[in-house]
């Protein structure tokens, strides 16, 4: 994914690792914020009698500098979708990320 200032991508099934890169341009003045998340599934009660409740946990955070790129493996043992946000670098700096499933 490639993008002005911020670009997001995830995996479209859940998977036992992957791989996130993200690139911020040489062009930009400001840091970008890369962010890994994992889809999480907890009960609601006991013996989930209420169903479960589902929602994003952050997994990782970190700086990607422009003109530089950081590259971060994240492992979900139990199968997991996952989802890679970089953001903040500015709008007239380009950027990208994209990720390797496993």
Same mark, same amino acid.
Do not use: F, I, Q
């Given at each position: 994914m490639q993008g002005w200032d911020w670009a997001v991508c995830g995996t479209r099934f859940a998977v036992g690792s992957a791989t996130g890169i993200?690139?911020? @341009? $040489?062009? @930009?003045? $400001?840091?970008?914020?890369f962010t890994v998340y994992v889809w999480e599934c907890v009960c609601v009660g006991p013996f989930c009698v209420g169903g479960t409740e589902c929602f994003w946990v952050e997994n990782w955070r970190g700086l990607v500098l422009p003109g530089h790129w950081l590259s971060v493996d994240t492992r979900a043992?139990?199968?997991?979708?996952? $989802?890679?946000?970089?953001?903040g670098a500015g709008g007239d700096t380009q950027v990208s990320l994209a990720a390797k499933y496993r």
């Open positions: 993200a690139m911020v @341009g $040489r062009e @930009g003045s $400001r840091n970008a914020t043992p139990d199968h997991k979708w996952l $989802r890679w946000n970089l953001d």
